[in-house]
């Protein structure tokens, strides 16, 4: 059993989770700005349901973070998945924006930044989401807080890469300069988030889960504390093309400098843009990546260590 935990003030453990958590039971930690702001209704609410689902078919405890009226609860119910996908108003929550939140009771959806610090917090070692943020296109020094956040928080992420929308080879480098490590799972290129491939090699290729973590066992022993990014290709059967990809962002991308778009407005735009101009075969390969993340995160967690036997960082 672990003891000793404390939650920082105005955090919240789900019966669920409290109980996961009490006896070291293996957690997969899931966002929700995927819920608040990634996907339209009733998508949000089905897709979240189903990455929960998938986690618990292996066993696994799942725990979708958000803040709601001011607390940051790990683990929410069916009903509280429903507000966040269908209440307007609702924010996207990084670390930063945790002390308004809290002072402010206001409710949000965590970012993929947002939910490592909580996360973090909970005990949680392992975290799947659909795709990081990462260095803009336009302009390049607009970069998403998720990757300073993935440089000093020890979790396993598990992810399809960054997302397609972004200057994915300005990411890697940002990563690489980060010291964050980036591991290739069953593949030997960086997925595109919607793609499989790329022309962007991977570090590190790994087969299994148990090579995930045995890397990520040696870089925390060695006193390294960024999280270890696990690249996942989207499955086969919801892929995109590269070229049809690559003209729908170009045509997003333009409309999104037309309408002068900045900050948290432009990637929301630019994904449902996107949807729209691949005849929403991208927003399948959103919904299909999502699922399967989740998928892989749970047999990650599930021949890990229990947590009171594993390094504590």
């Not at 453990?13 to 996961?20: H, N």
């Not at 939910?115 to 990462?134: P, Y």
């Not at 200057?167 to 290739?184: I, K």
Request: aromatic share 6%; with cysteine; hydrophobic share 45%.
């Amino acid at each position: 059993m672990v003891t000793g935990f404390d939650l920082p003030p105005h955090f919240q453990l789900s019966p669920e989770v409290a109980r996961a958590r009490e006896f070291g039971a293996p957690l997969v930690a899931l966002e929700s700005a995927v819920i608040t702001h990634g996907l339209p209704y009733p998508e949000n609410v089905h897709t979240a349901q189903d990455m929960e689902a998938e986690v618990r078919k292996l066993g696994i405890t799942p725990a979708t973070v958000a803040v709601l009226d001011g607390v940051v609860r790990i683990g929410v119910g069916q009903g509280e998945l429903e507000r966040l996908a269908t209440e307007r108003g609702l924010r996207k929550v990084s670390p930063r924006d945790l002390p308004r939140m809290i002072l402010g009771k206001e409710s949000g959806g965590t970012t993929v930044a947002g939910t490592l610090f909580a996360a973090h917090a909970a005990g949680i070692k392992v975290f799947a989401t659909g795709g990081i943020g990462g260095v803009h296109r336009d302009p390049r020094w607009d970069v998403s807080a998720d990757l300073p956040q993935l440089a000093k928080t020890p979790l396993v992420v598990v992810c399809s890469g960054a997302k397609a929308i972004l200057d994915v080879p300005g990411t890697l480098e940002y990563l690489e300069t980060l010291g964050v490590p980036v591991l290739g799972y069953q593949t030997d290129t960086f997925p595109l988030f919607y793609t499989r491939t790329s022309r962007l090699p991977v570090p590190v290729r790994v087969e299994t889960p148990a090579e995930v973590i045995g890397y990520a066992q040696a870089h925390w022993a060695l006193g390294l504390e960024s999280a270890v990014l696990v690249a996942v290709p989207p499955p086969f059967e919801v892929a995109l093309p590269e070229e049809q990809l690559a003209e729908a962002i170009r045509q997003a991308l333009d409309e999104a400098r037309q309408e002068r778009l900045r900050g948290q407005q432009v990637t929301p735009f630019l994904l449902g843009r996107v949807s729209e101009l691949t005849g929403r075969a991208s927003l399948r390969a959103n919904l299909g990546l999502l699922r399967n993340n989740a998928r892989v995160a749970a047999e990650i967690a599930r021949a890990m260590p229990l947590a009171s036997k594993f390094k504590q960082i």
